[in-house]
C-alpha cells in the first residue's frame, strides 16, 4: 500500500511506478495495489503508464469498502509491502510477511512500538532531505533490501 495518512507518507506517481517495476521483477507474482477512494483516478492512470506485461500482473481494487475487505486482501496476499502502518499491523496479526517503509524519524527511540512486532518483518527507513517523505527513498536501496525480503520470507 503506497499511500500512508499524511503527504510524508505517501509515494508520488513516479515511486510507485518504480516500486511496482522492482516487485514486478519476480516471476510468477501479482500485486495488488490498495488504494483510499481519493486516490482511485491516479492509481488507474499510474497503472496504464505501465508497460502491458507488468500492468496485467497489477491488481487494484479501492480498499475503502470495509475493514473487512481489507483484511480479506491481505489474507489472501503472500506478504504485504506497505508505508500504511494500520495495514503492517493486520498484516502481522495474520502472520503475513511485511517489508514496512518508514521515514527515518519513524520507529526509531520513542516510536518503537509502532513497528510491526513480528519475527518476518522488515523495515527500510527512508531518508530525511529537506522534509520528511517517502519520496525521497533510494531505489537501489529499496530493491536490494526488497530482494532480501522476497528470498528470505517469500520464496521459502
Not at 519476480?26 to 499510474?46: D, Q, S
Not at 496485467?56 to 491481505?74: K, N, P
Not at 508505508?83 to 517503509?101: C, M, N, R, S
Request: with cysteine; proline share 4%; net charge neutral.
Amino acid at each position: 500500500k503506497p499511500y500512508g495518512s499524511g503527504s510524508s507518507r505517501t509515494f508520488n506517481d513516479e515511486k510507485i511506478i518504480e516500486i511496482l517495476k522492482v516487485m514486478l521483477s519476480k516471476p510468477g507474482y501479482n500485486v495488488c495495489l490498495l488504494y483510499p477512494p481519493i486516490k482511485k483516478i491516479e492509481t488507474e492512470h499510474n497503472i496504464r503508464r505501465m508497460p502491458d506485461i507488468l500492468r496485467e500482473r497489477v491488481i487494484t481494487h479501492d480498499s475503502s469498502h470495509s475493514l473487512g475487505i481489507l483484511f480479506a486482501q491481505i489474507r489472501n496476499s503472500i506478504g504485504i509491502v506497505s508505508v500504511d502502518t494500520a495495514t503492517v499491523h493486520i498484516a502481522a496479526g495474520l502472520k503475513k510477511p511485511i517489508f514496512g517503509i518508514y521515514n527515518d524519524n519513524f520507529g526509531k527511540g520513542e516510536n518503537r512500538e509502532w513497528l510491526p512486532n513480528f519475527e518476518k518483518a522488515m523495515v527500510m527507513y527512508v531518508d530525511a532531505k529537506k522534509e520528511q517523505s517517502v519520496n525521497y527513498i533510494n531505489m537501489d536501496e529499496f530493491e536490494n533490501q526488497f530482494n532480501d525480503w522476497y528470498v528470505q520470507y517469500i520464496t521459502q
